[in-house]
């Protein structure tokens, strides 16, 4: 199967480079023909001369551009997508959005990766519209699975997964520099102890996924009766941590809807 990348920045390569390329034949172009070239011959992929040949070329376009030059491109391309199948990732245009830039009878799969894309740990959320057959649904996730875990979601819950999801390790980053900032007010160097906090964290959200538990069960599991943890648990709650934390989510939320 043929597949394209208009657009070739970071997200396109992080995916790109995950892909099975015995499966899939890769074409990639963007607006800078030279870097475009050297991005391909790195990658091991087929360079399309501009936007319109590779939309003539491929079964699957996968369109990985700035939302605010999606309109042009779309209009440059929109004529040489018929009967196939379009992956959006660009942040803010809806399915409809899409749809009215490029046709109403068009296969369209609107999907948004994470920053962790980029180490092929992505938390993806995908939604296909009601046109997309199962199997190109199928060809969707398969191509994205190549960096990271994939979510199928309604999409009025885009906004919360771009709280949660997208903007969210920031909110850890933050979380992560507080604990390790701790350890420096402490007498702990300020390397080891964020090498420490995010060798937890990361071992955290593992015992999470896999035990199957809610995290306060977690919670409790690590706080001892009278003990030490219990009494920084309870210094987070006087100090507002989780309504802060649901505060900060809310605020996105609200911000994401009116963008």
């Given amino acids: 199967m043929k597949i394209g990348f208009i657009g070739a920045g970071k997200m396109a390569q992080a995916i790109i480079s995950g892909l099975d390329k015995e499966k899939f034949e890769v074409y990639i172009s963007s607006r800078d023909f030279e870097k475009t070239s050297i991005i391909a011959k790195n990658l091991g992929v087929n360079q399309a ?20 030059v999606m309109p042009k491109v779309l209009t440059e391309v929109k004529d040489y997508l018929k009967g196939k199948l379009m992956l959006s990732i660009a942040a803010g245009l809806t399915l409809e959005n899409l749809a009215g830039l490029t046709s109403k009878q068009l296969e369209i799969v609107r999907i948004m990766p994470n920053i962790n894309a980029t180490i092929k740990e992505s938390t993806t959320a995908i939604c296909p519209n009601e046109l997309v057959a199962d199997t190109n649904l199928e060809i969707a996730k398969e191509i994205f699975s190549s960096i990271g875990q994939i979510f199928q ?87 507002r941590f989780v309504a802060s934390v649901i505060d900060a989510v809310t605020k996105t939320i609200e911000k994401d809807k009116r963008l």
Avoid: C
């Avoid at 999801?165 to 007010?185: E, M, Q, T």
């Avoid at 955290?204 to 009278?226: F, I, T």
């Fill in 49 to 68: 001369k501009d936007n319109i040949e590779l939309a003539k070329s491929v079964d699957v376009v996968i369109m990985s551009v700035k939302p605010q």
């Fill in 153 to 239: 979601i309604e999409e009025k819950d885009f906004s919360t997964f771009s709280a949660i999801a997208g903007s969210s390790p920031a909110f850890i980053y933050i979380f992560i520099d507080a604990l390790s900032r701790a350890g420096v007010l402490h007498g702990m160097p300020k390397d080891l102890a964020t090498e420490i906090v995010a060798s937890t964290v990361s071992a955290s959200a593992n015992m999470l996924a896999q035990s199957g538990e809610n995290p306060w069960s977690l919670v409790d599991k690590v706080s001892s009766p009278g003990g030490t943890t219990v009494e920084g648990v309870v210094s987070l709650e006087e100090n």
